[in-house]
């Protein structure tokens, strides 16, 4: 259900909600006052009169997309479907990355840094809703990192006051580019979940050919869960508690942009963005990231190292100048940057990883500080700038959640499952869901028939309003080629959804029969139901029963989803 500002009422519910608020209040630092590139930057392509949204080299690239489109061999009558669709839309896709990344090349790594930190989706794009913006915007801003032009030290001197004409047009290149990009991605995803379509008009918008609704409502209902979920989760198995007072060893500040928080409704961001910077620091647990990686001592890589030595770094920079205070601004509050001298960050370098109790007193795979530069610069997390680095907090923060590999066979894959399991069941116990008593004990039990074979484990328990939700937590992994879209990516994640779903009904189905299987007397009226949850929200037809409605819930669910739910009770 929505509200009247087309926002969906927040699944955590307020009191949530009102407890980010105040956190937020305690860290927000002060914004600065535009500088000059900030202000050029801001609503360049709105036509002043009638606030119309224009991109000058629009035209330019829509021509260039109609002959790449005949090139490949798609007719504006063809209807693109399965796997020989997805492949086409494919080569359309790559050609366009190929363009921008050539217009990204005009510019160093800095140079974008600069301008793109400065951009508000709303005020580049003020005419489209402002999900829609930042999703332009993202795809536009996609390849920027990858800019091959070296940074020039007089681009950090001036990079307050100055900004040459041509970025303007730059910017409007990539824009145009990255819209283009941002559809034909769209018809991609879709045909990869089984539509049929055609790309329309020169903005080459995907047009539905299906004349069953059934897909359509399939994407309707996983891109709510989406929404509802705050995103697609992670492929971890983990459950992370960003905000966090355990144990030092464990902790390290990691920094968050005020305008990506789902607990903060739009509105608030606005008002927020008037009187302070959006970006802040957060205390995170490195641990909640991937506890299976420091449980079974595989999944930790050197990225991860790097990533945690110069959060350390920067954090350490930023305290020995006073500038940790919440009274102290700075381009790190602001725009998510901060600089400093080469030699200090090399010097820090080599004392070692950060957090070495957890992370190692000496770099993976016998690494030197050259390395471990090289691969922050290749991530564009670390700029080099002259006699500077200047260092990418959000990148930096981004490569950390980011780092972590998860063990794919063996007992160390074991280890990650049985990490998820956990993970369902701590977060449960955070909720009004939490299992008290007796029904405990049913968390973990093997579920014996009256023969004592085995039937099913029970990897997680939940209880609320009369019913017991017997859990199936299922760590399974997407993968980068499920997060792009990947036409065989999706249906194999489906049928694994699917498959999962069926079995554990089967399971639920028996236990229902005989519910003293469950070795607990179970409160007057107790119904039993079953639930299977993932890391992640997954795209499932429509029909199937990993589709099927539980409670508030599909029958296969993300622990986000599930966790959002609970916490509503």
């Known amino acids: 259900m929505r509200v009247e500002d087309g926002q969906y009422p927040h699944p955590f519910g307020q009191d949530a909600v ?107 794009l003020p005419a489209a809703r402002a999900s829609i913006s930042a999703a332009v915007l993202s795809f536009a801003l996609s390849e920027v990192g990858s800019s091959r032009r070296p940074s020039r030290s007089a681009e950090l001197i001036t990079s307050r006051w100055w900004l040459a004409p041509q970025a303007l047009t730059d910017l409007d290149e990539l824009c145009s580019v990255g819209m283009l990009l941002f559809n034909v991605y769209n018809a991609r995803r879709r045909v990869a979940k089984g539509q049929s379509l055609r790309l329309r008009g020169p903005h080459l918008i995907p047009e539905v050919t299906d004349t069953d609704d059934t897909v359509e409502r399939a994407i309707w209902l996983y891109d709510g869960r989406l929404k509802f979920a705050g995103g697609r989760g992670n492929d971890l198995g983990s459950f992370p508690s960003p905000v966090t007072d355990r144990r030092e060893s464990a902790n390290i500040i990691t920094w968050a942009d005020l305008r990506g928080q789902d607990l903060v409704s739009r509105d608030d961001v606005a008002r927020l963005l008037q009187k302070y910077g959006p970006v802040f620091p957060l205390g995170t647990n490195i641990e909640d990231l991937a506890p299976a990686a420091f449980s079974s001592g595989v999944g930790l890589t050197l990225e991860t190292q790097a990533a945690a030595a110069v959060l350390s770094a920067a954090w350490t920079y930023l305290a020995d100048r006073g500038a940790t205070w919440k009274s102290v601004p700075g381009e790190w509050s602001q725009y998510g940057y901060l600089r400093c001298p080469r030699d200090w960050l090399i010097a820090r370098l080599e004392e070692g990883p950060a957090l070495p109790e957890l992370l190692s007193s000496s770099w993976r795979a016998g690494a030197t500080v050259r390395e471990v530069i090289t691969l922050l610069a290749r991530k564009q997390v670390v700029l080099p700038v002259g006699r500077y680095f200047v260092i990418d907090l959000m990148g930096a923060t981004s490569l950390l959640m980011h780092s972590f590999e998860r063990a794919k066979e063996g007992a160390a894959a074991n280890e990650w499952g049985s990490s998820f399991e956990t993970a369902v069941q701590a977060a449960i116990d955070t909720t009004p869901w939490k299992p008290t008593g007796a029904l405990r004990s049913v968390i973990g039990k093997k579920v014996k028939d009256e023969n004592g074979n085995v039937i099913t484990d029970i990897d997680a328990v939940a209880f609320h309003s009369g019913t017991l939700w017997l859990i199936s937590a299922k760590a399974f992994q997407a993968g980068p080629d499920y997060a792009v879209g990947a036409y065989d990516a999706i249906r194999r994640i489906a049928r694994k959804a699917v498959a999962a779903s069926e079995q554990w009904n089967g399971y639920l189905k028996r236990i229902r029969r005989r519910p003293s299987a469950l070795g607990v007397d179970l409160p007057d009226g107790c119904t039993l139901e079953g639930l299977v949850v993932m890391p992640f929200v997954p795209y499932v037809p429509i029909g199937s029963s990993a589709a099927q409605p539980v409670g508030d819930l599909c029958h296969v669910s993300s622990i986000h989803e599930l966790i959002a739910v609970a916490l509503r009770a």
């Open 18 to 124: 009102d407890a980010f608020k105040d956190l937020l209040g305690g860290t927000l630092r002060p914004r600065l006052r535009r500088d000059f590139p900030a202000w050029v930057l801001k609503a360049p392509f709105v036509e002043a009169n009638r606030g119309v949204f224009m991109l000058r080299f629009m035209p330019k690239w829509q021509e260039w997309a109609a002959a790449e489109v005949q090139r490949i061999g798609i007719d504006t009558s063809d209807v693109l479907a399965g796997e020989a669709g997805w492949d086409q839309l494919t080569l359309l896709h790559d050609a366009l990355r190929v363009q921008l990344r050539q217009i990204t090349d005009r510019r160093s790594a800095f140079s974008w840094l600069v301008i793109t930190r400065r951009i508000n989706p709303t005020d580049l």
